[in-house]
C-alpha cells in the first residue's frame, strides 16, 4: 500500500540531546513537509522540501534542522537547542503539480524526560 | 505565522443532527482544504476546494470556498459517532503552489450517541 510512514510513534529525548525523527513515502511524491503540533492549536511549519538536495525553512525552524538525500525521506532532527521540543510532529507530502494538497503520516510524539 | 480563524472551538451535538464549521480569513487563498484527525493519529484530508465559490461533496460531508475567497465552510449532515475528532481548516495564499499551507487551530466535535 502507498503511504506515508513514521518512526517512532513515541521518542523521547534527554536534556542536551539531539533525536531524529524519520519520515518515509512510497507515493512518488516530490514534496515533503514536517509540522509541529501542540495542544489546542493547529499544525504549524518547520521545514519543506520540494525537491531532492534542497528544502527551505518553514515558520518555526529554530532548533530543527532537516536533509533531504532521498526522494523517499526528509528526516527531522531536533536538536539541543530547541528548548521545547514536547510535540507532535506530523510529516507529509504532495506531488511537485498539486503542492496544497498534502497527505500526512500518523505522527511521532516527542517527550523530554 | 499567521493563522486561520476557525470557529466553533468545539461543538457537542446529538447523533443525527448537522453540523456547520467554518474558517475565515484576512488575506486572499487560492486553495482551501478539510482535515479530520483522530486522536494520536495524522490528519487525514477530506474535501480540497480549488476555485471562488465551488462546492463539494464527500459522503454526508459538504465543504464550499467562499466567493470571497477569505473563507470556507464545512457542513456535515446526519452526524455518526464515527465523526467524534477535531477538524482542521487550511488554506494556501496567492499566488499559489508554494505548499506553505496555513492552518486553523481546529473544531472539536463529539457525538453523542
Known amino acids: 500500500d502507498g503511504g506515508i510512514t513514521q518512526s517512532p510513534k513515541y521518542l523521547f529525548r534527554k536534556e542536551g540531546q539531539n533525536v531524529t525523527l524519520s519520515c518515509e513515502q512510497n507515493?512518488?511524491?516530490?514534496?515533503m513537509y514536517w509540522y509541529r503540533q501542540d495542544p489546542g492549536q493547529g499544525l504549524r511549519l518547520i521545514y519543506y522540501?520540494?525537491?531532492?538536495?534542497?528544502?527551505q525553512k518553514g515558520d518555526i525552524a529554530e532548533g530543527y534542522s532537516v536533509s533531504r538525500e532521498k526522494k523517499e525521506s526528509f528526516p527531522l532532527t531536533v536538536t539541543s537547542a530547541q528548548k521545547n521540543p514536547t510535540a507532535f510532529y506530523l510529516c507529509?507530502?504532495?506531488?511537485?503539480?498539486?503542492?496544497?494538497?498534502?497527505?500526512f503520516g500518523p505522527g511521532t510524539r516527542l517527550l523530554v524526560l | 505565522g499567521q493563522q486561520l480563524n476557525q470557529s466553533p472551538q468545539s461543538m457537542f451535538i446529538q447523533e443525527g443532527e448537522d453540523v456547520s464549521m467554518n474558517c475565515t480569513s484576512s488575506?486572499?487563498?487560492?486553495?482551501w482544504l478539510w482535515y479530520k484527525q483522530d486522536p494520536g493519529e495524522g490528519p487525514v484530508l477530506l474535501i480540497a476546494?480549488?476555485?471562488?465559490?465551488e462546492l463539494t461533496s464527500n459522503g454526508r460531508l459538504t465543504a464550499q470556498f467562499g466567493t470571497t475567497r477569505k473563507d470556507s465552510f464545512l457542513n456535515i449532515s446526519a452526524s455518526i459517532p464515527s465523526d467524534v475528532g477535531i477538524y482542521f481548516c487550511a488554506g494556501q495564499r496567492r499566488p499559489g503552489n508554494t505548499g506553505k499551507l496555513i492552518f486553523g487551530q481546529g473544531t472539536t466535535l463529539q457525538v453523542k450517541p
Open positions: 507529509a507530502s504532495s506531488t511537485w503539480t498539486s503542492k496544497e494538497t498534502q497527505y
Open positions: 476546494l480549488y476555485k471562488a465559490g
Open positions: 522540501s520540494q525537491i531532492v538536495n534542497d528544502f
Open positions: 488575506s486572499i487563498f487560492n486553495t
Open positions: 507515493l512518488n511524491h516530490d514534496a
